[in-house]
């Protein structure tokens, strides 16, 4: 592979999609190449409400109340318990998740 030179659909600028970006995405079944730069692509996600560490943040999702099905307290969820599956809060979850 050798490097090519791409055209941002954003802002229409030149950007580099180099030998060893290509060959990343080859490896992760990519099969479209980037069409925004690094800036815009940056811009976009932060548009979008990402905070950058691997968690998003939308104030429009609708959230539920439900009871914590291991310690009992109240918490919000980000889906309509449908009552036949537990419910767990943020610490209870993350407790269940770590001991497997």
Known sequence: MEDKYLVC???GEEFLFSASEQEFY???GFENEPGRC???RRARKQARGNSGDGQRFRDD???FKAICAECG???TVPFEPSGDR???C???FRKRRNSY
Do not use: G, L
């Open 9 to 11: 659909k954003d802002c």
């Open 61 to 63: 999702r609708p959230m």
């Open 73 to 75: 307290e109240e918490t």
């Open 26 to 28: 080859a490896e992760k």
């Open 90 to 92: 943020r610490e209870c």
């Open 38 to 40: 690094r800036n815009c």
């Open 86 to 88: 537990p419910i767990y």
